[in-house]
């Protein structure tokens, strides 16, 4: 059995109790190292066999997949398995070589980025939407750009591109932002030596472009933190 598991977004203590439990009893770990942190193989057996996928191929990865799918195996993710880990690719070869797998949800950056800033998305008449993606770089969007800032009244936020907030800081002032349109970034969140940066659509390229790795932009007025209207649920 081939147990996919979100690791969550970096703190160790942030995989789910399920997630931690299939690590402790895994014979076997493919990990993704360039993501994962290798403190979350604490949890793993000191026996164990543990791998990191970084540098392989699909072919590469399908092999060590099958070689080892007779044992107690765990596919360790970044995040949560169903957001940027390739996770349909690897169960098509799963599903043609008749090999039974699982998947166990985790915690993705999105999440763990709001809590250590200590926001919510979802703010009464400000924004009722969340949008998780990437702006186009080598791998291609099939939305463009344009559409996605174009939901102008939700709450965006763009994983794998802060290499590209020029091209995001570019597309979105042309498209009508506001030069004080709030921009965070929260740059490996909840790792031990995550950062965090606020600034504005205007200001906010300047303080992050010493970032090489792994960052989260997050843009829209949800930022500010002020409802527009007081909730329903809530109000007298």
Not at 110 to 131: D, M, R
Not at 151 to 157: E, G, I, P
Not at 183 to 209: H, M
Request: charged share 25%.
């Amino acid at each position: 059995m081939i147990h996919f598991v979100g690791a969550g977004s970096g703190d160790p203590e942030l995989i789910t109790v399920r997630g931690q439990r299939l690590l402790r009893e895994a014979d076997v770990v493919l990990y993704t190292g360039s993501l994962v942190p290798k403190e979350m193989l604490c949890w793993a057996k000191s026996d164990a066999i543990i791998e990191d996928s970084q540098h392989m191929k699909y072919e590469e990865i399908f092999a060590f997949l099958k070689k080892y799918s007779d044992k107690n195996f765990v596919r360790l993710h970044t995040g949560d398995p169903s957001i940027y880990s390739t996770i349909a690719k690897q169960i098509e070869f799963l599903k043609s070589e008749n090999i039974e797998y699982d998947v166990t949800a985790g915690v993705t950056a999105a999440f763990a980025g709001a809590s250590s800033l200590g926001i919510e998305y979802t703010i009464p008449a400000v924004s009722q939407n969340l949008i998780i993606s990437r702006v186009e770089g080598n791998t291609p969007n099939p939305e463009p750009l344009e559409n996605i800032l174009n939901c102008k009244n939700s709450s965006l936020v763009f994983y794998l591109s802060i290499r590209l907030i020029s091209k995001l800081k570019a597309k979105a002032l042309e498209l009508g932002y506001s030069k004080d349109t709030p921009c965070f970034v929260v740059e490996r969140a909840s790792w031990s030596d995550e950062k965090i940066y606020k600034g504005t659509l205007e200001s906010i390229e300047e303080k992050v472009k010493h970032i090489k790795g792994v960052a989260l932009i997050m843009l829209g007025k949800f930022l500010n933190q002020r409802e527009a209207e007081e909730s329903h649920l809530y109000r007298k």
